[in-house]
């Protein structure tokens, strides 16, 4: 199983979709999502199932430390926690040993 200092991938796709329902639950954050990603409310279903969007989907709420903070709180996770999942998304290998040979 991926890991990345204690974040399984399985962990970090649980962390992306509690964010994407927690983007989704706001009006304000879900229109910059959606601006921000092009995407529209129709297109949203199809390309949650595209490789990378979960990992673009934490992306975008690490990118604004205000939004990252507010989901945190509101998930009980650790920012920090939050930031390594989107790492194990964004780069698919185990974080928690040495680095893969050339």
Do not use: N, W
């Amino acid at each position: 199983m991926i890991q990345a200092k204690g974040v399984s991938r399985e962990k970090a796709e649980d962390i992306a979709v509690s964010a994407l329902a927690y983007i989704g639950s706001s009006e304000k954050l879900c229109a910059r999502y959606l601006q921000l990603t092009g995407l529209t409310v129709q297109s949203l279903r199809r390309a949650a199932g595209e490789p990378g969007f979960l990992a673009a989907t934490l992306a975008f709420l690490t990118a604004h430390e205000p939004d990252l903070m507010d989901f945190a709180a509101a998930s009980g996770l650790k920012p920090q926690e939050i930031a390594r999942a989107a790492e194990v998304l964004e780069r698919g290998q185990d974080d928690s040993g040495p680095a893969p040979r050339p």
